[in-house]
Every structure is written in structure tokens, then in C-alpha cells.
């Protein structure tokens, strides 16, 4: 069961557990794809992490709606390691959403754009995947996560990262040093990528999420904390933005009330 709520201008979607997030998300995004005549592509780009066990169980649940030959899957944040690495983004999709398809004999499947697999020039791998984007500069919708400093895609707070938000250079994909999280190198969309896509919606569940959320929203009367990636995509991107979480992520909040 799902709820959704106005705060501040953003649509706040609040499902109880996973399980009926994975619903509401299919829900929302089927329209999207029953929109499309034939020959249309579906151009889509994901995050990591929980959402790709929410996309899992959509693919499972509802293959035969999806019309999977015409989704094109791009990943907004990769991590810089093989693509059979535990790490990831590209691996983790194929392991938990795509092989499974394939097991039940699934031969329609996405075009999925992984990164290069030679990564011994982490600019040239982030040069590379900018190439790969669409031509037309245009995504359909964006799948962004929420980490618990704020950041999203691989953009991350604080003036050490400074450069990736500035991006001086109008990079679509730049990449990024140091991540505070492991692994260290990855390639990111930029503010200027997720300008191009009409929808950019976040998945972020678990009660871990609370603190950070009262920074994003500035919850309990405290201003909104505009040093942060999700917050400035909030202000940017309003009229494009929608929120996905559980129930578990706002109990006891504002966003829950």
C-alpha cells in the first residue's frame, strides 16, 4: 500500500515495505511505456544499491508489460572495476534482474550500456561513456538513489567533491576521485545529464535514511541544507522530481504525517 503526499512542492510517494514500493514504482512507470509507439525507445538510467532489488522484483513481476526491447539501461554512477566485480552497478543489474530473466527463458531483454572494460584511464572511461548517451540528450526518467551524507548518482557534498557540482567544463559524465565511499574512482552524471531527462525520481528506504532526510527537507523547522547533491537537485529539478520511499524512512516525521 502506497500514499502520496505534497511537502514543500516535491511528491513524496510513502509505501509500507519494499515490496509494495516495487508496485507503486511499476505503476507509475508503466504509463510511461504503454506511451510509446512502436520503435520508441524507453531510455532510462539507474543507480545501485537497494534499487536494483526493486527493480528485480518489477522484471520478475511484470516482464510481459514492460516491453523490454525497448528500454535502453544507463547507469547515472559506476564504480571504476571490473564488470564482474561485487561492486559492480552494471553486475549487480545483470546478476539480480537480467539472468533471472534468462533462467525462465526470456530472450527479449534491454540494451544495456556497462562502461568499458578497459579502466586503466579513468578519464578516457568517463569520456567514453559520455559518448554512449543518448544522442538526442534526452532520458525518460532517472532512478537516483539517496546515500546517507546526501549524495546521489556520485555526487558527493562537501568542498573536496566541490569540482563535480561546478563542473567548469559542461562534462555529461565526469569522474570522480576520492569517493568518501569505497570504491574510490567512479564516473558520474553531472547536473547538466539529469537536466535532459523528464523524470528524475529517487528510491530511498530504510530508517538509516531519517537523519539525512531532515537535512533534505529541512524537517522540524530546520532550513533545508543546500550543500547537499540531493537537496540542490530538489531546488534545480522540482517540477521533475518525485520521491520514493517506505514507511520505515519517515515514521515519526513530517514527511509521514
Request: contains cysteine.
Amino acid at each position: 500500500m502506497s500514499k502520496i503526499s505534497q511537502f514543500k512542492g516535491l511528491s513524496i510517494n510513502i509505501s509500507e515495505n519494499n515490496e509494495s514500493l516495487a508496485e507503486h514504482l511499476f505503476a507509475k512507470i508503466y504509463p510511461i511505456i504503454a506511451s510509446k509507439t512502436e520503435g520508441e525507445t524507453f531510455n532510462i538510467a539507474i543507480s545501485g544499491g537497494s534499487l536494483i532489488n526493486i527493480l528485480a522484483t518489477i522484471f520478475q513481476k511484470h516482464t510481459e508489460k514492460l516491453n523490454l526491447s525497448s528500454w535502453r539501461v544507463y547507469f547515472c554512477d559506476e564504480r571504476l572495476v571490473a564488470l564482474d566485480h561485487a561492486d559492480s552497478n552494471y553486475g549487480q543489474f545483470i546478476e539480480n534482474v537480467i539472468q533471472p530473466l534468462k533462467k525462465t527463458g526470456i530472450t527479449v531483454l534491454p540494451e544495456i550500456f556497462p562502461i568499458s572494460e578497459d579502466i586503466s584511464d579513468f578519464k578516457k572511461v568517463s569520456c567514453a561513456y559520455e559518448s554512449l548517451l543518448p544522442s538526442n540528450k534526452h532520458f525518460d526518467l532517472i532512478l537516483l538513489g539517496c546515500g546517507p551524507d546526501g549524495h546521489t548518482c556520485s555526487l558527493f557534498p562537501g568542498d573536496a567533491h566541490k569540482y563535480l557540482l561546478e563542473n567548469v567544463d559542461e562534462k555529461a559524465v565526469l569522474h570522480c576521485e576520492d569517493s568518501p565511499k569505497p570504491p574510490s574512482d567512479r564516473i558520474t552524471f553531472t547536473l547538466k545529464t539529469l537536466s535532459w531527462s523528464d523524470r528524475l525520481w529517487y528510491v530511498a528506504t530504510g530508517a538509516g535514511k531519517k537523519s539525512i532526510f531532515k537535512e533534505i527537507f529541512g524537517l522540524d523547522g530546520e532550513p533545508v541544507n543546500l550543500n547537499l547533491p540531493c537537496s540542490i537537485i530538489n531546488k534545480e529539478f522540482t517540477n521533475k522530481v518525485e520521491w520514493f520511499v517506505d514507511e520505515a524512512s519517515t515514521e515519526s516525521t513530517e514527511l509521514g504525517n
